[in-house]
């Protein structure tokens, strides 16, 4: 089975700062893989999504990479914001298994 | 678009009632997906419906839950009798696919408390 580990579990960095969140998981055979952002008492919101095939993805401040061999992604936002404060997790798509497999998240919070 | 749909947002009920949760999903979306969060297990994705058929429901506790799509656009997941271990965080997820492994959209969730 998927194992999807987020390491920290929480994070606290001044405004401005860039930073990067990790994502691992165990098994490489792997679909397609999600960031989400999940606010305090909210569902979860698509940020990214990396097909297998792809190294990284951007929307705006936020950048996401993919590397399938050592079973590694990154979340990577620049010049953060008090507005990015939330819980971010990743999602790996088990095409053998149709299903995302979650992490259990890092919750980072950007002091003003 | 309103998005997915959650309904109600919060129930409280008493160990053995019956809980029903209703989720309708975004206009156009073929897939459905009903998750669990917990603390102590983070976010499981319980059952999961491509065209109204259910395709995965390996992840449903036990027999005291069920789920259903009676159309295209609608579903609720039931719970008889409650638990208190049942409490916890409900989220419904849709989808445009064929394979389960697309952008998934959620609902608000529905927050289970059993006392």
């Known amino acids: 089975k998927q194992e999807v580990t987020q390491i920290p579990a929480a994070l606290s960095v001044p405004e401005g700062e860039n930073l990067v969140l990790n994502c691992s998981f165990t098994?490489?055979?792997?679909?397609?893989l999600q960031w989400f952002r999940q606010d305090p008492g909210k569902g979860l919101t698509s940020l990214l999504l990396i097909q297998s095939s792809q190294r990284e993805q951007t929307s705006g401040r936020l950048n996401a990479s993919l590397d399938k061999s050592s079973g590694r992604s990154t979340l990577y936002i620049a010049a953060s914001q008090p507005g990015d404060s939330a819980t971010y997790l990743c999602?790996?798509?088990?095409?053998?298994?149709?299903?995302?497999?979650f992490g259990s998240g890092t919750k980072l919070n950007v002091k003003p | 678009d309103a998005g997915v749909i959650q309904s109600p947002r919060h129930e409280v009920t008493e160990m053995g009632q019956e809980v029903t949760l209703r989720c309708k999903l975004i206009?156009?979306?073929?897939?459905l997906f009903w998750y669990r969060q917990t603390m102590m297990r983070g976010l499981e994705l319980l059952i999961y419906f491509n065209n109204n058929v259910p395709i995965d429901d390996s992840g449903m506790p036990e027999d005291r839950f069920s789920a259903k799509m009676p159309n295209a656009s609608f579903s609720t997941l039931k719970i008889q009798p409650s638990e208190p271990r049942d409490s916890a965080v409900y989220f419904c997820a849709s989808s445009w696919t064929s394979g389960g492994l697309d952008t998934q959209y959620f609902g608000p969730g529905t927050r289970l408390t059993v006392l």
């Open positions: 999602a790996v798509g088990q095409y053998n298994f149709n299903k995302f497999y």
């Open positions: 206009s156009g979306h073929n897939s």
């Open positions: 098994d490489s055979a792997i679909y397609n």
